[in-house]
């Protein structure tokens, strides 16, 4: 099992760019959801998707969205990129019928510099 | 979503145990304590949860205060694969707050060998 699996591992965009990053969930999880990590910050949650719905939404603007494809996997689109999108962004899935205390498994991230 | 105060940094010796705090005085009665740790250049991962009884497993162990007020993450020997930050996090079981997870600073632990 290759576990949470994202790409790119590292990315340089300047500011006004588009950037799409993906991710594909361990075997067995249909429910995806991202985060982005500040340097020195922990993670927040931008969304989660089940279903190929955006099912919840963190406190983030609409220049982040997403998709999720019928085989789970999933992209996360940012658009017009600011110098503070520079992040780690992290992608965790997990089984939606597991129940809210049901353990996520993180990916290893994709490294966003926006210059 | 009730809040976590974690200690920013600990330092261990190898091979001894430690135990890393984490403060909710604010917690429900229904909220999950879990713990999620973030080793170097890699994504968080799940280490261990519990309501209100102790809990072990292969990872380590969790203690919940008498009052839910305050819980401790123990590790019975660390290794300097341990090295890592250590999140604590509540989890509310609302349908409609999904798998959300609300991560804060957590605490970074240094371990010596």
């Known amino acids: 099992d290759a576990g949470v699996t994202q790409s790119p591992t590292h990315l340089i965009k300047t500011r006004g760019q588009q950037v799409t990053l993906r991710c594909s969930p361990k075997?067995?999880?249909?429910?995806v959801s991202w985060y982005q990590q500040a340097l020195g910050q922990g993670p927040q949650f931008i969304f989660q998707?089940?279903?190929?719905?955006e099912r919840q939404r963190g406190n983030f603007p609409d220049r982040f969205s997403g998709h999720q494809f019928p085989n789970y996997s999933s992209e996360l689109n940012v658009n017009a990129l600011l110098l503070g999108d520079s992040a780690l962004y992290l992608c965790?899935?997990?089984?939606w019928g597991g129940g809210f205390w049901d353990e996520q498994f993180f990916g290893p991230g994709t490294r966003l510099t926006v210059l | 979503d009730a809040k976590t105060t974690q200690p920013n940094s600990m330092e261990s010796n190898e091979e001894e145990p430690v135990h890393l705090p984490c403060n909710h005085s604010?917690?429900?009665?229904?909220?999950?304590i879990h713990w999620y740790r973030q080793l170097p250049s890699q994504g968080p991962e799940y280490v261990i949860h519990?309501?209100?009884s102790n809990v072990n497993n292969r990872m380590a162990s969790l203690a919940i205060a008498e009052d839910r007020k305050s819980s401790t993450l123990i590790l019975h020997r660390a290794t300097l694969r341990d090295a890592a930050v250590y999140y604590c996090i509540l989890r509310c079981p609302d349908n409609n707050a999904g798998n959300m997870l609300t991560f804060g600073g957590g605490t970074r632990l240094m371990v010596k060998p």
């Open positions: 998707y089940y279903e190929e719905e």
């Open positions: 604010t917690i429900s009665g229904t909220d999950y």
């Open positions: 519990g309501l209100t």
């Open positions: 075997s067995g999880h249909d429910t």
């Open positions: 965790a899935s997990s089984w």
